[in-house]
Structure formats: C-alpha cells, structure tokens
C-alpha cells in the first residue's frame, strides 16, 4: 500500500481530513476482500496504525476530545485483527529461523511448528466471529468517514506539525535512554511503537524536503524493522512456553539459546543506530522542523 503524505500548499484542514479518509476508506477495501489472505488482514492494520501517527502528528489541530476519541477508536479495530497478525508474526519468524539453522533437531521442530500455526491460522480466519467482527467494523469505519468529513480543524500548520512531531520524538528519546539502562522486552516494544510513529511522521512530512525527509524515513524504519523482529521473538518465546501441541515434538534447547542471541544482537544494533536518530534535543528538534516547513509555505 503506498504511502498518502501532507501537500505543503494544501490547508491543514484539507490535509488532515484527505489523509484520515484515505486510510479509513483504505481499510474498509481491505476489510471487504478475501480475509483467508493474511495479507489482507495486515494491511488493514496497517492503515490503523497510519492513522494513529497521522493523528499523534495533527493532535492540537483538533476540537478537545476528538484525538482521543479518534485515538482509541482506531486503537480498539486494530486489536480485534492482532491474533491473527501475532500468528503470522511467528510463522515468519520461525521461517526466517528455519532457514538459517545447522540443527536438524531445530529443524524438524520448527517446520512442525510452522504447520501447527498455519492451521491455527486457517482456523482463525475461518472463525464465524471474525466474519461478523468484519462487516460489523465496516459498517462503523463508514460512519466514522462521515464523522471525519465534519471535523473541526485550526491551527497553523507549522505549529501543529512541529508539536506533533516534537512530542513523539521526545517519548522515544526517553525510551531510547531507558532501554539502554534497561533493554527488556516491554520497553523494547515501548520504544518500537514510538520509532514506528517517527518513521511514519517523516513520510507524512515528506513533501517539506524530500531528500531529508526520505533519509531519515529510511534509517527510522530499518530501526522500527529491527525492533519490529525482536518483537517477534518475543512473541515466539511466548507461544513456545504455552501448552499447545508441537506433533509430539520436544523443543529443542538449542532454539530457547538462538532466540536470546538473536534478541541480544537486535537490541544492540537498535540502541545504536537509536543513538543516531535521536541525535538532537527535543527543542532543537522541533524548532528544526518548524522551520523547515515554514519555509516551505512560505512563512519565513
């Protein structure tokens, strides 16, 4: 799905309604296609997520409530879709795993394994509860198009973009300093969440200087990829601990001692390559980005 980004001539009002009705009405296509297709299903949560930045970036150009509202709206329609997400997650975690493995015993136990989720898969997406879930989410996602259109929105764009953009920066600043003092699981994917809303915001941003905009988009999404992985095996290691049927298989304990080599090495690289992203303060960041598109429209 290609990226929608902010026209620099364009209103904030205009710019903000066409972009959160390009993803609403996006996800509804998805919705209405085969859903036995994962990817399908990916790709509706991906338009939640987009729309999610999207309003981190725009928060103050809103009346009081509706980010919230709009917020945790789009939040609740992207958890009824994780199960399934999480399943493919491991699917192509341990097919990554697969490939790069010299263990036979590890072998054999991860393509049982990658069976077993494939047919949890196929049941999910079979599972009459989703079919209903869908049509009842796109009948709400087509309200909500309407809702959209009659937003209020004020405010100059470069205030608002700047202060939108300098708050998710500041939070993954914060977390940055707080993984590398102590790089757990849940602050990792505290931190993933907020890198992906960066990365997303320099796309968005795009249009204000593309070839500055397009390197650090680049560089933020090789992180949030990195951090993206070792979510996985976060949520590998989990369904590895529950008590589900592996074919009779005994995990091997070879596979528990890769995953945590393979979690250290992400965690390292990411810490470092983070350093480099939130190379700026918060107030040098957003007086940055201010400029700059001030300068675009005109304003300076």
């Not at 100059?156 to 300098?166: D, V």
Request: aromatic share 8%; hydrophobic share 35%; proline share 2%.
């Amino acid at each position: 799905m290609k990226h929608t980004v902010i026209q620099s001539q364009s209103s904030l009002e205009n710019n903000v309604k066409r972009i959160l009705l390009h993803y609403n009405n996006a996800a509804i296509d998805f919705l209405s296609r085969n859903l036995k297709n994962p990817e399908n299903v990916h790709q509706t949560r991906l338009c939640f997520k987009r729309i999610r930045s999207f309003l981190r970036l725009t928060q103050s150009a809103f009346a009081d409530g509706t980010y919230n509202e709009l917020n945790i709206y789009y939040r609740d329609k992207s958890r009824l879709l994780s199960s399934n997400r999480d399943i493919t997650a491991i699917i192509d975690i341990c097919q990554d795993m697969l490939i790069r493995s010299r263990s036979d015993s590890v072998k054999l136990f991860l393509k049982k394994y990658i069976l077993a989720q494939k047919r949890n898969r196929k049941e999910t997406t079979l599972n009459p509860d989703l079919q209903r879930t869908t049509q009842t989410m796109i009948k709400s996602l087509r309200e909500t198009a309407d809702k959209i259109n009659s937003l209020e929105i004020s405010g100059e764009t470069h205030e608002c973009l700047a202060f939108g953009e300098k708050k998710v920066y500041k939070k993954g600043l914060s977390l940055l300093e707080t993984v590398r003092e102590n790089p757990d699981d849940h602050m990792l994917h505290e931190w993933r969440k907020q890198v992906k809303y960066l990365w997303y915001h320099y796309v968005f941003l795009n249009s204000f200087w593309p070839g500055i905009m397009n390197a650090h988009a680049k560089q933020t999404q090789k992180l949030s990829q990195w951090l993206g992985k070792y979510n996985d095996y976060v949520i590998l290691e989990k369904g590895l601990n529950q008590p589900v049927v592996y074919n009779n298989s005994k995990k091997p304990a070879t596979l528990s001692r890769s995953i945590k080599r393979s979690k250290e090495k992400l965690a390292q690289e990411s810490i470092k390559l983070g350093q480099k992203i939130y190379l700026l303060s918060p107030f040098d960041f957003e007086r940055l980005m201010k400029d700059l598109i001030k300068l675009e429209k005109g304003k300076k």
